[in-house]
């Protein structure tokens, strides 16, 4: 299998788009900040007000979002404050967009049949693409995160910390990486289930885009019914990603542990169930 997942890395690194949505990831990291510092800067005091607003019609709505952890004013804002953030699946629509077209031009070409026929199992085969994609998906967020935090130390500084600091954020981000690869083997599914560019696309980005809204729109609607908060999106992916960044307890690190695994494993087996039942064409 070691054989495959240098062949996929090697003729993945060939792709023009992949050095397309590199590019990407690097501009959107430095953009991203620029941005943040110039509406902390537009806003002024406003912001604290206009969070606080936001999270009580949030809450009497019954939606599960909270505010907490976001810097209330620009001088909140530093580099460590804001590190884990820059893990917090930034580069997931990137990854979405870049696993479909690799793995979609892999059945256009023919090039899956042609490994196939190589008499490698199927099975080393979908784990060849899901390594692939975890290892370019962790490699493109560690960009993204070096770019921006580097973009932010120069327009706000570190910041001090406490004596705690460091244990603490690294395993934020060993969590945000598990919950990413989640992300990740997801997408390799539908890429595996669709084998086209197009549909494979489509399908992730509304996997990535919509499911969160889907939920939330039906925890806002048990609150109007019920009168009672049900947190439903405390069980999606993203959801715990964002929780993270406002600090870890226990229930958060046990639920978030929960979910990366529950996501991964059972993609994992119906992308590679499927790709072993059906036909190569």
């Not at 406490?162 to 603490?168: I, K, L, R």
């Amino acid at each position: 299998m070691l054989h495959l997942i240098r062949s996929d890395l090697y003729k993945l690194k060939k792709s023009r788009y992949f050095w397309v949505c590199l590019i990407i990831t690097a501009v959107l990291a430095v953009g991203s900040v620029f941005l943040m510092d110039f509406t902390y800067k537009l806003m002024g005091d406003q912001m604290e007000a206009q969070m606080e607003q936001q999270q009580e019609i949030l809450n009497e709505n019954g939606a599960n979002i909270s505010v907490e952890g976001v810097p209330a004013s620009r001088d909140d804002l530093s580099g460590s404050s804001q590190l884990v953030t820059f893990f917090a699946g930034n580069t997931l629509i990137i990854m979405a967009v870049l696993l479909s077209l690799f793995t979609g031009s892999e059945f256009n070409h023919g090039t899956i049949k042609n490994i196939v026929s190589r008499q490698y199992s199927r099975r080393a085969i979908y784990l060849s693409k899901l390594v692939t994609g975890i290892l370019t998906g962790v490699g493109f967020t560690l960009i993204y995160a070096i770019c921006s935090e580097l973009t932010a130390i120069f327009l706000w500084g570190f910041g001090d910390v406490s004596a705690g600091f460091w244990p603490e954020t690294l395993g934020s981000i060993g969590l945000e990486l598990l919950l990413l690869c989640a992300f990740l083997s997801v997408f390799t599914m539908f890429s595996i289930l669709i084998r086209q560019n197009g549909g494979a696309l489509a399908a992730n980005i509304c996997f990535l885009e919509f499911l969160y809204l889907i939920v939330m729109l039906g925890e806002m609607l048990l609150k109007k019914v019920t009168g009672e908060t049900i947190a439903l999106s405390d069980y999606l992916i993203d959801a715990n990603m964002n929780a993270i960044t406002a600090g870890l307890n226990h229930d958060l690190i046990v639920r978030s542990l929960c979910v990366a695994a529950g996501f991964f494993l059972v993609s994992l087996l119906i992308g590679m169930i499927s790709f072993q039942k059906r036909d190569i064409k």
